[in-house]
């Protein structure tokens, strides 16, 4: 959820999206990812992007401790799911050249 909020695009007016179900968690995110990452590196968990579309925002995560902003996220995300044994999230996200793309988590 932190990443949603820290890398959504503001001058979107679109809402973060959560849905909760007994097997999975989606949280959609418009317009879904800068378009430095793809979706191969997405489903490979290796993303390394340095654009940052918010960087206050980032900064402000970082205080509460709720991000670290060292790409260090993917790691932490696979090693809870493990810890929990949960399956490996997997990601959706449309063509980011569409002004109504977005990425889903679940």
């Not at 890398?7 to 995110?29: K, P, Q, W």
Request: proline share 4%; charged share 35%.
């Amino acid at each position: 959820m932190s990443n949603a909020v820290y890398h959504r695009a503001y001058d979107e007016r679109e809402l973060i999206g959560v849905r909760v179900e007994n097997d999975r968690i989606e949280i959609v995110s418009f317009p879904g990812p800068d378009r430095s990452v793809t979706i191969e590196g997405l489903k490979s968990y290796r993303v390394s992007n340095r654009r940052y579309r918010n960087r206050r925002i980032g900064d402000f995560l970082k205080e509460l401790h709720l991000t670290e902003g060292r790409n260090t996220g993917f790691k932490k995300i696979l090693d809870a799911l493990e810890a929990n044994s949960s399956p490996k999230p997997e990601f959706e996200t449309e063509s980011c050249d569409d002004a109504d793309s977005a990425c889903r988590m679940s």
